[in-house]
């Protein structure tokens, strides 16, 4: 009998903890919103796949008709996905001797850099080439490391107020992910509504043109400094 009430008093017990460890949803909700983390890694998401979405939309635009060569897109893709393929298996080698936001920071603003390096001489082959696929190269890395920013968090709110809110931070990814690919690709409508783009023209307008480049080139490098700026303030205090 004396067995039975202490099992019953344990079973109680623990019962007891789970209900103090439940918390309503507005109190989770709260608790991750007032971390600026929140904010930054959603705006660091954005970036990244509105980078994704505006070059995507705009490759095969720009070696059709600034490049003039629509045979090239191929062998263009292929250098790209063997690039990217090649850092991220380096990724994990790389962060068990850097810090993993310092590496981030630093690839972001070196694959701006080459990405910008077209802008030297748009319609040259071999400058385009090599621009984009050591942008691919470092950006590579980007892809991998976000996702474990979002389990990082996860920790950083749990230790900071004890409340383990994953629901809302898994939020973060999907937004971010779908209003940088929505508004990426969708820039590439926009710029070339801009710039005239004629699609039944063999050759476009130097206006055309300049939009092409402008989302192909230009915008993903803007984009890359601006996320490698937002990381700057990814310090949580310890």
């Known amino acids: 009998e004396k067995v039975k009430d202490d099992v019953q008093g344990k079973t109680t017990a623990a019962e007891s903890g789970k209900k103090k460890e439940t918390v309503s949803t507005k109190t989770a909700f709260l608790a991750t919103v007032k971390n600026k983390e929140f904010f930054l890694l959603l705006a660091i998401w954005f970036c990244v796949y509105c980078i994704s979405g505006a070059q995507s939309g705009s490759g095969t635009y720009y070696i059709g008709y600034v490049l003039g060569d629509w ?20 990724v994990p080698f790389i962060l068990t ?11 972001l603003v070196l694959a ?6 077209a802008l030297i001489a748009p319609s040259n082959m071999p400058l385009y080439l090599i621009s984009s ?16 920013l979002v389990t990082d968090l996860v920790a950083i709110i749990t230790k900071r107020t004890g409340i383990r809110a994953e629901g809302f931070v898994s ?24 710039g005239q783009f004629d699609a039944a023209a063999a050759v476009q307008s130097e206006s055309a043109l300049t939009s092409i480049i402008i989302n192909n080139v230009a915008v993903p490098g803007i984009v890359m400094i601006l996320g490698a700026v937002i990381l700057v303030f990814w310090r949580p205090k310890e």
């Open 71 to 90: 045979n090239a897109a191929g062998w263009f893709s292929m250098g790209n996905m063997i690039c990217q393929l090649a850092a991220m298996l380096a």
């Open 97 to 107: 001797k850097v810090d993993k936001i310092k590496m981030m920071r630093v690839v």
């Open 112 to 117: 701006a850099v080459t990405r910008l390096a």
């Open 133 to 148: 696929w050591s942008s691919a190269l470092f950006f590579a890395p980007i892809s991998v490391t976000i996702l474990t």
């Open 171 to 194: 939020v973060v990814s999907s937004i971010g992910l779908k209003l940088g690919t929505g508004i990426g690709s969708a820039l590439t409508g926009w710029l070339l509504a801009w």
